[in-house]
């Protein structure tokens, strides 16, 4: 249930940052997904880095981005939270 909840919740924070995107459909220079994920990684625990990673494919798969791009994108977006979660704690 948290991995659904925190995969839906990282989708729409990024189809929001998405929204503020002008030179490019998948470059926005606010991206409101990183602080959730991290949020998400210190409160519930870096056990849902998977929801991370799900989130972020599903958003850069739906906006303008091909499966490798979308796979790569997801992969650093779930290592920045990881690795932002690691050094706060």
Do not use: D, Q
């Not at 503020?20 to 991206?31: K, N, Q």
């Not at 303008?64 to 706060?88: P, R, Y």
């Amino acid at each position: 249930m948290a991995f659904a909840l925190v995969a839906a919740a990282y989708f729409l924070a990024a189809k929001l940052g998405l929204r503020l995107a002008s030179l490019h459909p998948s470059v926005s220079p606010v991206w409101p997904a990183t602080g959730l994920a991290l949020g998400v990684l210190l409160v519930l625990g870096c056990r849902l880095w998977p929801a991370i990673w799900a989130g972020a494919f599903l958003a850069n798969l739906t906006t303008a981005g091909t499966l490798a791009t979308s796979l790569g994108i997801a992969v650093g977006n779930a290592v920045e939270a990881l690795a932002g979660a690691f050094l706060v704690n």
